[in-house]
């Protein structure tokens, strides 16, 4: 098993930027492939990016593409979401996922683990 605790986040004002940092526990982190969802008041929880367990591919929703990266650090069991160009409608709690595979997928529903999320608001 692995737990993930997410921070980074807070208030911030439109084109800004955060960077998203996501701990995970246990040894064998380098074996889960990890992801960034969100959630806004009233919504579904959207995928936001994905990442392998090596970090060698990357995939990301179309509304974040070009303004978000994900990477991670497997010496420091870490993953990151680096935002950029934030905008109002990116305004939502932030989850980090992970699996135990290689490539993980793009629903919630292929995500073993989840973090607490956190808030993340962009004021206009």
């Known amino acids: 098993q692995v737990q993930l605790v997410e921070s980074g986040g807070g208030l911030v004002q439109a084109g800004g930027s955060l960077r998203l940092s996501c701990a995970a526990s246990?040894?064998?982190?380098?074996?889960?492939?990890m992801g960034w969802f969100r959630q806004a008041p009233g919504k579904e929880r959207d995928f936001v990016a994905t990442?392998?367990?090596?970090?060698?591919?990357?995939y990301y929703a179309s509304s974040v593409a070009g303004r978000f990266t994900i990477s991670r650090d497997n010496a420091k069991n870490t993953v990151y979401l680096q935002m950029n160009s934030l905008k109002p409608e990116d305004t939502a709690v932030y989850y980090c996922?992970?699996?135990?595979?290689?490539?993980?997928?793009?629903?919630?529903?292929?995500?073993?683990?989840w973090g607490q999320g956190t808030q993340v608001t962009v004021s206009s």
């Open positions: 246990g040894r064998t982190f380098s074996s889960y492939a």
């Open positions: 990442i392998s367990w090596s970090g060698g591919s990357t």
């Open positions: 996922a992970a699996d135990r595979t290689v490539v993980a997928g793009r629903t919630a529903y292929d995500y073993a683990y």
